[in-house]
């Protein structure tokens, strides 16, 4: 699937990795600008106080931090848009950049002076201001300016060509969810989608103002309720150059290249439509875009489109993409077994069966619950290294794994085990919408761990089990009546990171006087570093 995207996505003169690169780099500075405007702020901390402790906060912030010209936005609602808050904020000034931070319910809004952002800064704590109906908190930011991917000076010296970086990508994204999502606030040529941080793909609209209206309009929405979400920032490259049409490229202005035979490829997302069932629970709708009519074109402007003809619903025969079934291979031949298997594909969705084949050593059948499921897994599981060795990931032409040719491991397990009742799926309960699908990092989240558990546990644990250990941990503050502990682990490489979640994740911790162990639980985080 890389390896589409990539010839895909050649830039002109051949610069197609110059796409990635770039991708890479801007997701960089943005962590480095989120950790630095974001970090000491303890935002999570006081996301939990009450909206009065929220208000004295920002006054003592805004004193402390000397003023610049970029705010630090807190306590946004889920369902906010950088439209809302340009037309929240506006009235104090010219506003030069936003930079959204969905996840955190958070943005940097920087002005073109310091005296707008003193203004909103002042009449936030003094009066209250509220975005998308709902109050939020502002103090001044500790930089004097949004780092801007491009470089741009000018504000209004934006580019045609929108990044986004969708977290949490619970489902499939392809030219047509996108198409479908952008193409009512503007006209689409191109659009790319490369896998290679995550889920991210370039946009190419008709004009920069289109570009602008699109990124006010989507930039912290989410494609699906609840996940999905948007991060938008404007691109380096201002042309895509697309060689094929696909699920991870097209050029929508190449008529020739748009007829696609009956039956092949998914039926075109509708955007107030529902999405894939993902197999647990009961289907959802799209996010519709903000009611504000500026943002999007009118239903004449539409229809005025290219019309595609309908295409037909894939059938379980017509194609193996639908598939429940992944297979890895060049699994390490005595360091990796259905349980260890198990520990990494349940970060992508449920399992239902782990087989390893006899005839074809280091490889394995991997059965969850559906094909999206399956496809998060490609996704972020193809090409990491684990023991050594490089995973290859693919969707399996099996439609389902039968224990058959049952075999001892070199470890004295069994090469068959069955998952589909076990309680450490973290799909198919009350708590799965809070799952957050990300990729292989070096900082790994637990809890569920005893709350007895210390830093010198945690280190005893990984050398018992040979595997790297973390060079900084971090503990979160617990609720007085909490039963359990959580926190960070940062690791030297994302590598070790990867090793040993795969051989810690739901290790049973034992405790004196407690009847029931402890099953520790291990995902990737959000976080860049501690």
């Known amino acids: 699937m890389e390896d589409r995207a990539d010839r895909g996505a050649e830039g002109e003169g051949g610069r197609g990795v110059g796409y990635h690169q770039a991708a890479k780099r801007l997701r960089r500075e943005e962590e480095e600008e989120e950790l630095e405007d974001a970090g000491g702020e303890s935002a999570r901390s006081r996301g939990r106080e009450s909206r009065r402790t929220g208000v004295k906060d920002a006054v003592e912030q805004s004193h402390r931090i000397p003023p610049s010209p970029v705010v630090h936005v807190r306590g946004l609602c889920d369902a906010v848009v950088e439209a809302d808050l340009v037309e929240a904020l506006e009235k104090f000034g010219n506003i030069c950049y936003v930079m959204m931070m969905p996840f955190k319910r958070q943005a940097l809004v920087e002005f073109g002076g310091v005296e707008s952002a003193e203004r909103c800064v002042s009449v936030g704590s003094r009066e209250g201001v509220s975005v998308a109906e709902q109050r939020a908190f502002f103090n001044f930011s500790t930089s004097q300016r949004i780092t801007r991917p491009t470089n741009a000076d000018d504000p209004t010296s934006g580019n045609k060509v929108l990044l986004l970086s969708i977290q949490n990508p619970l489902y499939p994204i392809t030219t047509d969810v996108l198409y479908t999502v952008c193409n009512p606030v503007g006209n689409v040529l191109r659009i790319v ?62 008529h020739f290249l748009l007829q696609r035979e009956q039956g092949k490829g998914r039926q075109r997302q509708a955007i107030l439509g529902e999405h894939p069932s993902n197999g647990y629970g009961q289907h959802r709708p799209l996010l519709p875009l903000p009611s504000n009519s500026r943002y999007r074109r009118s239903c004449e402007e539409v229809q005025d489109l290219i019309s595609y003809p309908l295409l037909l619903p894939k059938t379980s025969s017509s194609s193996s993409a639908s598939s429940s079934v992944a297979m890895v291979s060049s699994l390490h031949p005595s360091k990796m077994n259905c349980g260890r298997v198990f520990n990494l594909f349940c970060l992508y969705g449920n399992v239902e069966k782990v087989k390893f084949m006899k005839s074809v050593p280091g490889t394995a059948l991997v059965e969850m619950g559906d094909e999206y499921a399956v496809d998060r897994a490609v996704t972020h599981l193809n090409a990491i290294k684990v023991f050594g060795k490089k995973l ?11 224990p058959s040719q049952v075999f001892e491991l070199s470890d004295g397990s069994s090469s068959y085990q069955d998952f589909s009742q076990t309680r450490n799926n973290r799909f198919s309960s009350r708590q799965s919408s809070r799952n957050i699908i990300q990729p292989p990092a070096a900082v790994l989240h637990f809890y569920n761990a005893p709350p007895t558990f210390s830093q010198q546990h945690l280190h005893k644990l990984c050398d018992e089990h040979s595997v790297p250990t973390f060079i900084k941990f971090k503990v979160f503050d617990a609720k007085p009546s909490s039963k359990t502990l959580s926190g960070l682990l940062e690791f030297e490489s994302k590598t070790e990171a990867v090793e040993t979640l795969t051989v810690l994740n739901h290790h049973q911790i034992r405790i004196p006087n407690s009847s029931n162990p402890f099953t520790l639980k291990l995902c990737f985080s959000t976080s860049s570093h501690l």
Not at 392 to 402: E, F, G, H, N, T
């Open 193 to 254: 989608i490369f896998k290679r941080n995550g889920v991210q793909a370039m946009v190419e609209f008709d004009s920069v103002e289109v570009a602008q209206k699109a990124k006010l309009a989507l930039n912290g929405a989410d494609i699906y309720a609840g996940c999905c979400t948007l991060k938008i920032e404007y691109a380096r490259p201002n042309r895509l150059n697309v060689v094929r049409n696909d699920n991870s490229s097209w050029d929508y202005t190449k």
């Open 392 to 402: 290859s990931v693919c969707v399996s032409k099996q439609q389902a794994v039968i």
